[in-house]
């Protein structure tokens, strides 16, 4: 599923990483607290204990984001 352009994943209060794969766990870029990351897609297969994976980019950096769905990350249409 492709996502409104301007969805966007808050960093207000920790970091978020953007991952290589939902598999290997390394880190490709720490995205700073107080920064958006674009969500480009939902992927629904990989729900577990109230997480969530989506493709992501910022910086010109794509991969995988665990979204924490019950605590710090939220969605947020921005623009």
């Given at each position: ?78 623009g």
């Amino acid at each position: 599923m492709v996502l409104n352009p301007n969805l966007k994943l808050s960093t207000q209060y920790h970091a978020a990483w953007i991952r290589k794969s939902v598999v290997d766990g390394e880190v490709v870029m720490e995205v700073p607290r107080g920064k958006y990351v674009n969500v480009l897609r939902l992927l629904p297969g990989f729900k577990t204990d109230g997480y969530q994976w989506a493709v992501t980019s910022y910086a010109g950096v794509s991969g995988y984001t665990q979204i924490d769905v019950k605590n710090w990350h939220y969605f947020q249409i921005v623009g």
